[in-house]
């Protein structure tokens, strides 16, 4: 599957912003979805994630009651809804897929999308 992200910018701290990522296949449904963040000299984390129907979910604990992923099974799209953004927040934004529940790892990445909040 081929991963589109976008939505990323520049926002004041306490703003908001919605990441999108956008599926090539079909077959999205059959993919649990991820959000990850990187800063510079530092591994990619996992931000939250969403279950195949949609139905559960993960959150880092750090974006906890922040940030809401969601997805469109019919729309092959994935969002992250971001407010109360913090200067730590900034990052740049992966969108990932795996296939596989019992695996950590994720198969298909998402360009990637620069997300900068000013303090």
């Known amino acids: 599957v081929q991963l589109q992200a976008s939505g990323g910018g520049l926002v004041q701290a306490g703003g908001s912003l919605r990441l999108s990522c956008a599926a090539s296949e079909r077959t999205f449904s059959a993919y649990i979805m991820g959000w990850f963040r990187q800063t510079p000299g530092k591994e990619r984390k996992l931000v939250a994630a969403i279950s195949k129907s949609g139905v559960s979910t993960y959150y880092t604990d750090s974006v906890k009651g922040r940030f809401t992923v969601s997805r469109d099974n019919a729309k092959n799209s994935l969002y992250l809804q971001m407010n109360s953004l913090k200067s730590d927040d900034t990052a740049v934004y992966y969108c990932?897929?795996?296939?596989?529940?019992?695996?950590?790892?994720?198969?298909?990445w998402g360009q990637g999308t620069q997300v900068t909040v000013s303090s």
């Open positions: 990932a897929a795996k296939r596989n529940d019992d695996s950590p790892d994720y198969e298909f």
